[in-house]
């Protein structure tokens, strides 16, 4: 029986690993009014930028699987089919497409370019996290939640935002969360890879 190749073998070894760090950055979290702003990104991109694309895929859907089980990896140590099904979901169930893009299209550029280029692939591939995410938070707010709708419309009259519905829900469940997703989390992901990648290196 062929055993697998070390690199194969690193890389089944970081599905669940990948899977354990993105519910560890969930726990790093502050609440802007019911939506949790947390570290997940960070984890996700670094799932696309060291895992081929099959593995980033599996370890995030892996990371759902295990909130759907129950365990407490969702933000706020939250666990349960129905995390998968609230207002934030939509976020949640982007994450195995991303680190899979993240694999597919920056990762080959990982050894090539410099880390800026890389970290500007990864920001723009990220957008499909909350268009993914502020379609589904605006399809729960306007069935489901008074309370979130509320928070939003209350966040929109402080900013002197238009009152036009997409306006108000990409400001509230998207450019909000910006900053911090494209600076600190997806910034810290390229740096950290860049380290990470030249130990692998050296394992294989």
Not at 164 to 181: A, E, K, R, V, W
Request: with cysteine; glycine share 6%.
């Amino acid at each position: 029986m062929k055993r697998p190749a070390p690199k194969t073998t690193i890389q089944l070894t970081l599905i669940p690993l990948m899977s354990v760090l993105t519910g560890l950055m969930a726990q790093l979290y502050f609440y802007i009014g019911p939506i949790p702003y947390t570290m997940q990104n960070f984890a996700v991109i670094l799932t696309g930028l060291l895992l081929k694309p099959k593995f980033a895929f599996l370890a995030q859907l892996f990371y759902l699987f295990l909130i759907a089980l129950g365990l407490p990896l969702a933000a706020g140590f939250k666990g349960g089919f129905t995390v998968l099904l609230g207002p934030t979901a939509g976020y949640l169930w982007s994450f195995p497409l991303v680190a899979y893009l993240v694999s597919r299209i920056a990762r080959p550029f990982s050894n090539s370019s410099g880390a800026i280029k890389l970290w500007t692939i990864c920001n723009t591939i990220s957008i499909i996290t909350y268009i993914i995410g502020v379609l589904w938070l605006a399809y729960w707010v306007t069935l489901y939640d008074g309370v979130v709708l509320s928070w939003i419309m209350l966040v929109s009259s402080m900013l002197y935002l238009p009152k036009n519905f997409t306006i108000i829900i990409l400001s509230t469940g998207m450019f909000i969360f910006i900053p911090q997703d494209f600076l600190m989390d997806h910034l810290l992901a390229v740096i950290l890879y860049k380290k990470l990648s030249r130990i692998m290196e050296k394992l294989v």
